[in-house]
């Protein structure tokens, strides 16, 4: 991939220079083999294998049932009746008499059917049968099978629908190194596999570990100094803290939230248009940083709109609801994608809270969980009521919308309120009252509309000149008057044709003379007359937008002709008028309102609002109308987003054959899954019944679900290893009680994400050093027992976010539309449809170039190029867990980048300034790194690279400068090139190590 510098290219020498600095980055991490493991070979044992002489059904057994047998063997299956109805999904099914033998002899494993079917004297008897798509039972697998059937073959249900509740904390040899109670459970498991944990990482170790997963940025050196001198039994207690309390939490802690929910700038389907939806990302900041309750988050996001009075924060939210992708194409069929957009919803709700593939329901019965083609259209059905349409129109705001203030704005806009009525109750009613009738002027009554035309004409001038019949109140031969509905100030096609004409007449009745304005929008040409008289032409070429000609009209008592000319060049054309100023429609309102029966209280204060606003001047009027211009400037500088809103009557709902939209099976009612019990009678049959359910101690899943995606985070593998799927084909625990002791503390300590993550960073277990010896690695290659601390590397947003927090390049302001950074030519333009409003890339100036990685514009058909490249999801579908690659283009790109590469030479700019000699400023450089001070072969390999790129740029002062443009932040012109451009190459070393790029 070939990415465009800002200010030039390098030359050749600088493409040399970076070869030998590949050379030296390739060195400098063996250097570093003290701090970290590599690898482990391919020799290495898996520990699930490890034996530990007790059998667990959903542990051992259920994963080689779900995978081998269930597929067949199952309620549900369509291939089960040519099994002989044989069921091995339930103890009953699998110990009925098939006719004098059982399929499980519970005992006695040469007795039953299984045993004999897994292991047959014949190859083409063999089950699962040769042409069935699964791998044959290993040895080991069916070794499981025998001592399963020979304790008794009992069945278990499934671990994960059964409710957590607080295991007894389990008993441990060394209790000593015990913090929390999550130790505990982590410690049992080491201490029986017969390993020990490693000993605690060091102070700036640990810091740099808790500030990047808490924060997604690294200690500054001045942070890390002050940690280090603090010799407090609880400095690292209260280091956590400060980062629990710091704004970039919320920044940082959004980004695996907006995975989840596939957030996005753009609608993401065909067009692929902007969608203005960035309120709800910048709520999600806020709701993290203010440590909103989990069960709160989950009610206002399912079900904001359906609260009681809800509020702005909880409208909000509920554009969770709107968030799955949508399509204007044309041809496509408005139903099948009202229900493809509830699909969207079902799956991405069911991954996020319940942790199961419920999508494998929609066409059939799941074939692995207990989960039927029913439960799957009764989720269905709490979620196809929404009142959007299921096309988006290709519109940045698809309706329903609405105002999105930030709190601030809110506030502010209350106390502009206030002040505003304080000034309207200091108007004397009288006078206001007695200016309304002084400038009240009747609005005319408007008759039917009719249309005339179209005219053709060779054209476009000759149609606007050519006079064809209506000017002299004649209709040509074959033309009559067509009735044409006309709303005011709403577009209204008329001629149908390019280069021709049409007309529009009706009447306008008074109960006086008056003068009153007509305000006229056309697309393209127009001529208005009045009772034959021409009072308005405009021969322009535009597109309409409403109110674009305002013309004084002079009625006379009685009905008034009006008859208006349209003429269209090319292309579709419109018409708009609205009668009456927006001023005088005020006033005629609100005089109306005053002589109703029963004027209220608010009619007397708008009539006073009035008065201060469009009355007489005075010092009063002149104060309200400063203080009116400054809150419509604020409300509207917020930008709207997308909400939820039920419709008044659900949509009826029904079971989808194969899922297609057409083939409508029986009716079903809003439900959970079956197998999670019935939706409490307590609860509204409605998304807010069922968000509530979701977070109530009746549901199993969305507790464990929650802390297992956490724990994740931190330790860049859950304790269910598959967090999208808790099911059977899921991954067991590799610690279950230690599941549900976080379930239930997460749910007891009321929910709080913030309590959630204290817990885990400062255990034991977190603290411990990554670093481990070879015969652990080849144990526990994958770290199941967490006899060692995390390291994995960092995902891609924290990648770019520190290497502009280490340059100084980083701009924390929070909030607002998304921005675009640099990116490689081309790659929208090549993707896109030339019609939609993100066909061409527009690269943004200024700060929106150095925002946290949070607030890039994320367009569904091509996201930000880079933070693909380090495995950013693409975010048009829910994704819990990112994969974790390591590619030669990665490095390319945090070499040669320019966001990557001008990070580096602003950070060489930082260090030149310093005013150190060389060895302090190689050790301040790789300090604000990695967070320790660099071992004396590492400095000298660093010296070594400053000196061969002084070699290189000295004798070419010129090509260094040149290279130094890349970048839209200033350089410093005092400062030699060649020095400079040394140094960046220095600070692109440092920035590139695996230990920069790696949680440790």
Known sequence: MSFRRCGGTRNDAVDRSIRGWLWLASCLPAMLGAYWSVSPGPEAADPRLTPDGRLDFNRDIRPILARSCWPCHKEGQPQLEGTGNLRLDTFEGATGDRGGYQALSPGKPEESAIWLRINPELPQLRMPPPSFPVEPLSDREKELIRRWIESGGRYEQHWAYIPPKQPPLPKVIDVSWVRNGIDRFVLSQIEKQGFRPEPEADKATLLRRASLT???LPPTVEELDAFLADTRPDAYDRAVDRLLASPRYGVHQARYWLDAVRYADTHGLHIDNEREIFPYRDWVVRAFNQDLRFDQMTLWQLAGDLLPSPTTEQRIASGYIRMHPTTNEGGVIEEEFLVKNTFDRVDTTATVWLGMTMACSKCHDHKYDPISIRDYYRMFAFFNSTAEAPLDGNLKLHEPTMKAPTPEQEKALSALDTKLRQAELAVPLPEAVGWLASEYRALPTVGAWEVLGPFASPSFDEAFATEFGPENA????????RKLEVKESTPTAVVGRENAAAYLRSTLEVAEDTEFTLQLGSDD???????????HDNKVLR???????????????GANAILVKIVNAGGPDAFSVTFGSPELKRIASVRERLNAPSPTPEDYRRAQALYLELGPESSLASGYRATLNERTALFQAIPLTYIAKELPTPRPAYVLKRGEYNLKAEQVERGIPTVLGELPEAFPKDRLGLARWLVSRSNPLAARVTVNRVWLQHFGAGIVRSPEDFGSRGEFPTHPELLDFLAVQFMDRGWSLKELHRLIVTSATFRQSSAVDSAQRRADPENRWLARGPRFRLDAEVIRDQALYLSGLLVERQGGRGDKTYQPSGIWEAISYPISDTAKYVQDRGEALYRRSLYLFWKRTSPPATLLLFDAPMREACAVQRSRTNTPLQALAAMNDPQFFEAARVMAERVLKSGLPDDQRARLAFRAATSRTPTSAEERLILEALRQQR???????????????VGESPRDAALDPAEHLAWTMVCSLI??????????
């Open 543 to 557: 597109s309409l937008t409403p109110d674009q000609d305002r013309v004084a009209l002079q009625l006379r008592k």
């Open 951 to 965: 070699d290189i740029y000295r004798p070419r002062p010129d090509q260094a400068a040149q290279a130094l443009l």
């Open 214 to 216: 808490l924060t997604g």
């Open 525 to 535: 040409a127009l001529k208005v007359w009045v009772n034959g008289k021409l009072i």
């Open 474 to 481: 004649n209709a040509p031969p074959g033309q009559t008057w």
């Open 991 to 1000: 920035l590139n190590l695996d230990e920069t790029l790696t949680q440790h």
